[in-house]
């Protein structure tokens, strides 16, 4: 009954922002770690950041390709995460996940550790 589901993507120019959402649905987390990942033509799904939450915690992960570019922010009373992307560049174009583990297990950048993934959002970086 859990769902995932993305949205915000589309297009934009070399050097703007986008937000990204990922809605979790189907009950309550009170603890929870979700990602984001992206995968761009001929490559493979590469990890770009994660929140976890756990015990009134709540704990961030980037890549750095990303880091100090992408942020990830949390909105507990809509059960929903957001993935802001700034200065984007051309290598930015993808499709991005959002992914859940439910568990909360711990720091995983593995697509293997979640369980729930949600259906993708075309992000494309245009010059």
């Known amino acids: 009954q859990v769902e995932v589901v993305e949205s915000g993507g589309g297009l934009v120019q070399t050097g703007g922002s986008l937000r990204l959402s990922c809605a979790a649905s189907g009950r309550t987390f009170s603890s929870a770690l979700m990602g984001w990942f992206r995968q761009a033509p001929g490559k493979e799904r590469e990890f770009v950041g994660s929140?976890?939450?756990?015990?009134?915690?709540?704990?961030?992960d980037y890549a750095d390709s990303v880091k100090g570019r992408f942020t990830i922010s949390r909105e507990n009373a809509k059960n929903t995460v957001y993935l802001h992307m700034n200065s984007l560049k051309s290598e930015d174009t993808a499709v991005y996940y959002c992914?859940?583990?439910?568990?909360?297990?711990?720091?995983?950048?593995?697509?293997?550790?979640?369980?729930?993934w949600g259906q993708g959002t075309q992000v494309t970086v245009s010059s």
């Open positions: 929140i976890r939450w756990s015990g009134g915690s709540t704990g961030y």
């Open positions: 992914a859940l583990d439910p568990r909360a297990s711990g720091w995983s950048r593995n697509r293997s550790a979640y369980e729930y």
